[in-house]
């Protein structure tokens, strides 16, 4: 697809709310949890963001499978690069999406494009996984953070390197609802259960104040916060996380066996949300919550992690 910055802005017009190193390559198979197969609730007939389709609650039966414990992280991301020699989209583009908050002045007296309906998102020139807010920043203290700016192509690329595939939207809220049955958030329905932080995302007033009471304004490291029920991290907040299937607003009532989303479609769904989601504006934190983007966009919240059917052979 066009890789102009117009193209590549122009998919983002109208779009609402956009909102552990591991060095020894034998613990590659500990960072994938075996999930077991089982029904669920997917969805919510209490939907808090009914355009995106988060309902109707259905019944949805899954089959075992193994995912990533925590995004994927700089670090393996660079380890696939080295491998490979890989060129991420924005890399090819030329640029990705930034959030203001994060930019710097020098950076953002550059540009003087916006996107229409988020204006805090700035299209910049030399961004990319290894320079996340553009040319003059880098992740070398960031290596255990969730890698950012890889497109959907960007994804599957990495997950069909490393042995394993994207999760569906079925699988991934499966495993964000860690077991419980009908709560909002991985942990259960209150956000903050005796005054705890369990995920990273934003404080403050959206889009000006961030108070990063959760201790990140930007990414966190992608084992912090305690896991869910599964024993997956960061399934929400922190990062975005791209999933499979293509994006649809409606669905079927009813009961679905391992579900693959629409045969075709313009956009893929991302969930979990991410740091820069507050209730105000981007409620999306939640496991029934999602969005979408092209296969092609990047942005420095966006990143995600890999299932598999069965563990992956040893790189
Ligand atoms: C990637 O290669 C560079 C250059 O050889 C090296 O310094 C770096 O440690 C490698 N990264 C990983 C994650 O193996
Ligand atoms: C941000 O919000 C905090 C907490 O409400 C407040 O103390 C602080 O003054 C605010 N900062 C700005 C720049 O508005
Ligand atoms: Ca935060
Ligand atoms: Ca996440």
Redesign the pocket.
Known sequence: SAGSQEAHSEVWQGLQGLCLPRKNPLRQRGNMVAIPGGEFTMGTDEPEIRQDGEWPARRVRVNGFYMDRHEVSNEEFERFVNATGYLTEAEKFGDSFVFEGMLSEEVKSEIHQAVAAAPWWLPVKGANWKHPEGPDSNIVSRMDHPVLHVSWNDAVAFCTWAGKRLPTEAEWEYSCRGGLENRLFPWGNKLQPKGQHYANIWQ??FPS?N?AEDGYKGTAPVTAFPPNGYGLYNIVGNAWEWTSDWWAVHHSAEEAHNPKGPASGTDKVKKGGSYMCHKSYCYRYRCAARSQNTPDSSASNLGFRCAADALPDLQ
């Open positions: 403050g007033v104040n108070t």
